[in-house]
């Protein structure tokens, strides 16, 4: 059976998608709070990357920029919950999916389950502090049945 990351376009795909949700983000007047103290330039590359080995692509992310450790303590510490800011995140996601035209099902119904679960589970698992994030965390992998053990 074809990956979700081949399903999506590849690397190609998954970039045009990393980068319509960050424009898309950027526009939100609250989900673009997130990024006030900045991104790193190739943001959109490392989130494509990030993206393709979680959806079965190959392990570009652990092996040049880092482990599911060092993402989540990118996105912890932020004080508490942000349910809204979720709400956001997701919706720029599923417009995003549009803008690229990934929209046929199943993949697009697989694509926003797994970018909902990563937004309000993985990354939202630590809102206090970017230390109570566990060391040698691995990449969730999703397929097309959900969450992989």
Known sequence: MQSIYDAAG????????????????????????AFSHGFHPQHSER???Y???????????????GDETSVVRIHSGNGGPHEEMDRRAIACF??????????????RRVLLDYFAWATQTAMSRYPESPDDVPEG?????????????
């Open 47 to 49: 989130l494509a990357a």
């Open 94 to 107: 599923e417009q995003a999916l549009e803008d690229v035209g990934l929209t046929a099902e199943p993949l």
């Open 51 to 65: 993206w393709g080995e979680a959806l079965g692509g190959p392990v570009t992310y652990s092996e040049a920029f």
């Open 137 to 149: 965390l691995s990449i969730p992998r999703w397929s097309w049945d959900g969450l992989q053990d």
């Open 10 to 33: 590849g690397s190609k795909g998954l970039l045009r998608l990393a980068e319509a949700w960050h424009s898309r983000v950027m526009a939100d007047e609250i989900v673009s709070h």
